[in-house]
Antibody, heavy 122, light 108 residues
């Protein structure tokens, strides 16, 4: 079955760049799906960060847009997230997820990774 | 940006009862592109409902979604012990996409 696995440093210093990857198994990221990142601060709700399509098209949450970059590596079947100039408010569990399909009607996330906790602290 | 407000914040019920969760949008959600997710402690969210009323693959028919425009409902019949979790709605009809703050369904 399709599996997503996030990885990256668990601890990032303030003002540094957070870099995460999402390894996708048993499914090609070049298929007709968007690949999204969602985060969840400790004890709080879900926050949509953005998503990327295999064409390279991206959409980022407006308040994060200046700090976020998403990319795809088709040779490794990986999705990546970079978030610059992090502060404590960026501390969260970060999830990658797949949309059901490419058209807007299919933009619910049907497959999620287990998530990776990132703490921003000096 | 569409703000989704879920109510109640916490719902206390017993196994076997019926749960009704509400998600209200600050403006109309295009084409009822609204999803519901279940999140158990320590786990990733799981898609339950998409397009307001369509069950995702493998979701039991005890779960049903309804609504349109600004008012949406998730109903869970005959609550099972594993249903006690946090539920989130998400709209994906209008950019930027957004989630509600969640409803915690707890055992009474």
């Amino acid at each position: 079955q399709v599996q997503l696995q996030e990885s990256g440093p668990g601890l990032v210093k303030p003002s540094d760049t957070l870099s995460l990857t999402c390894d996708v198994s048993n499914y090609s990221i070049s298929n007709d799906n968007w690949w999204g990142w969602i985060r969840q601060p400790p004890g709080k709700g879900l926050e949509w960060i953005g998503y990327i399509y295999h064409s390279g098209s991206t959409y980022y949450y407006p308040s994060l847009k200046s700090r976020v970059t998403m990319s795809l590596d088709t040779s490794k079947n990986q999705v990546s997230l970079k978030l610059t100039s992090v502060t404590a408010v960026d501390t969260a569990v970060y999830y990658c997820a797949r949309t059901m399909g490419d058209a807007y009607k299919w933009h619910a996330f049907d497959i999620w990774g287990q998530g990776t906790m990132v703490t921003v602290s000096s | 940006e569409i703000v989704l407000t879920q109510s109640p914040g916490t719902l206390s019920l017993s196994p076997g009862e019926r749960a009704t969760l509400s998600c209200r949008a600050s403006q109309s959600v295009r084409d009822s592109y609204l999803a519901w997710y279940q999140q158990r402690p320590g786990q990733a969210p799981r898609l339950l409902i998409y397009g307001a009323s369509n069950r995702a693959t493998g979701i039991p028919d005890r779960f049903s979604g309804s609504g349109s425009r600004t008012d949406f409902t998730l109903a869970i019949n005959r609550l099972e012990p594993e249903d006690f979790a946090v539920y989130y709605c998400q709209q994906y009809g209008n950019s930027p996409y957004s989630f509600g703050q969640g409803t915690k369904l707890e055992i009474k």
